[in-house]
């Protein structure tokens, strides 16, 4: 796919007051400072669509991009935020919640997985959740130029082991670098395909 234009719509915290669900919709979410917004931002080729910043936490909200005039592309807020509050917290639960579970035109939900680390309790148990819930996501495993390609397939593998214990069926994966430009190509014709169904 060819992206000739991405444009920032708009930041909500009720899905229901999010853009007309009537172009299919791809969120992208993970912990602080995963590297969500250098993702966005490879896969729109746009440095300036997500705000890509060294103090996390700032994003609270639901964000809406449309590109090509054809798709969104939803930024979401992460989690791990060690400074957010118990209520901040709750906020955000109830927002992803009803956000991934009732907006009708949501195709896939991102999950992104820092390639670093071996499996991780927060990261296990968000896709776990989705799982419960039944919403369609895909892992995408970040910054893999900041280890070896055997360390990055060790955790790889490591996290998916983890979810054979609860799951039948394994989700789809990408490993991606933005310093490396790793992982575009597939993440965008995964969307192209989803898109023509
Ligand atoms: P966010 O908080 O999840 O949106 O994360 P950011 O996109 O702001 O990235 C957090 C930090 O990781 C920034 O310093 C980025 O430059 C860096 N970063 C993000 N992705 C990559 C990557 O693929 N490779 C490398 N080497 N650094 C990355």
């Known amino acids: 796919m060819l992206i000739k234009t991405s444009e920032y719509l708009i ?26 917004s250098s993702l966005i931002n490879m896969i729109a080729n746009n440095e300036k669509l997500a705000k890509t910043s060294g103090t996390p936490g700032k994003t609270t909200l639901i964000n809406h ?7 969104y592309l939803v930024d979401l807020p992460g989690y791990g935020y060690a400074k957010r ?24 939900v991102f999950i992104l997985v820092d390639s670093r680390h071996s499996p991780q309790a927060l990261d296990l148990e968000f896709v776990n959740q989705l799982g419960e819930w039944q919403v369609p996501f895909t892992l995408v495993f970040t910054k893999a130029d900041k280890s070896t390609q055997a360390e990055v397939s060790k955790n790889v593998k490591a996290f998916l082991n983890r ?12 490993v991606t670098s933005t310093a490396k430009r790793m992982g575009r190509d597939a993440i965008l014709g995964f969307i192209d395909e989803q898109n023509a169904m």
């Open 65 to 71: 991009f449309l590109i090509n005039k054809d798709w």
């Open 85 to 108: 509050s118990m209520s901040q917290r709750k906020t955000w639960e109830k927002m992803i919640e009803n956000y991934v579970r009732k907006r009708e035109n949501l195709i896939n």
């Open 163 to 174: 979810l054979r214990e609860n799951w039948e069926f394994l989700p789809q994966h990408f």
């Open 11 to 36: 930041s909500n915290e009720f899905y229901d007051k999010c853009p007309k669900p009537n172009l299919p919709e791809y969120a992208f979410i993970g912990r602080s400072n995963v590297g969500k």
